[in-house]
């Protein structure tokens, strides 16, 4: 048999879930004929065929988690392929397509055991508490496993399995997840809060567009925080363009779309509403979700004034937008009753100073003040 192998749907993305079969064992496919429907980090991508065919067995059931680069579906037999074409493009990419034939084993995605770093007594630890070494990431200096790191994973181990009934988190959820383990991995987090008194605005204002229009400005003012950092470069990128993350609550997990050249985009609001509409149609682009060089997070929409947004990397800040809140202040010697709105900046620390951070906060402030 032949077998097609699932590919990179994304920027380096580990796996995808199954979310609908188009065909079945014995069906007669074409060439791009869509396969299978892959539910990735943030969107549902149609997976085309590389051959034209016959489906001899397909590698999982709906639901399942399939990893990048294992088998997906195996062919009975090929008729013609893409061979011939030296750039095939698909949805997801490129896609590299041959006759050679592929063998039809699974492919081991873990670290081998030759491959684990740890010590002799870590490796007895993980023996005598059954912890698999090969699923676990070192914290130690060159990723090495810890002891702490192996007794994290057995207590880990048995919370999950004393929980019958333990709802595995799938889709845009463990894309959440897995984006919160790695920046809390890699970023040294601190925060700042103050809030910005709007008493001097005039009429109705779209709060949103004026939020972004203050970061902007203070983007601009202090680019620090406009930036990415990598650490293992130990090097930053400034950016003059503001490609704004701008996340959106759904049932299914948090969206975070990139809204490109903020600063001087006069469709806003449009672009806003198109991605609302598109989250929860779930037909959103899967490349507007990559880019972003800051992002918003205006929870207090909900509820809530203060919080500590997480920083995503390779981003360095997020801006958090609380409810806005009246409060009694003293304007010209008479007390009045003013709206205020809480924000909360939190920023990585391994790139970005305290000053710099009260300075962006500054100027995002003063720039909330204006009347217009």
Known sequence: MNTFKLPDLGEGLPDAQIRQWHIKAGDQVEIDQPLVSMETAKAVVEVPSPWAGVIGELHGKEEDIIETGAPLISFSSITSTHAEKKDTGTVVGHLERSNAVVPETAQV????????KATPAVKQLAKQLHVDLTHIKGSGPGDTITALDVKNAAATTHSASTLSDLEPLKGVRRSMMLAMVKSHQEVVPASIVDDADIHAWEGEQDITLRIIRAICHACKFEPSLNAWYDGKAMGRKLFT???LGLAIDSDEGLFVPVIENA????????IINTYKKQVKDRTIPTEKFHGATITLSNFGVFAGLYATPVVVPPQVAIVGVGKIKEVAAVHNGQVVVCRHIPLSLTFDH?????GEASRFLYALIQDLKEAN
């Open 109 to 116: 995605m873990e670290r081998s055991v030759n491959q684990i």
């Open 241 to 243: 363009d503001v490609h």
């Open 263 to 270: 600063q001087n985009n006069p469709e806003l609001r449009n």
């Open 350 to 354: 391994r790139a970005v100073t305290g």
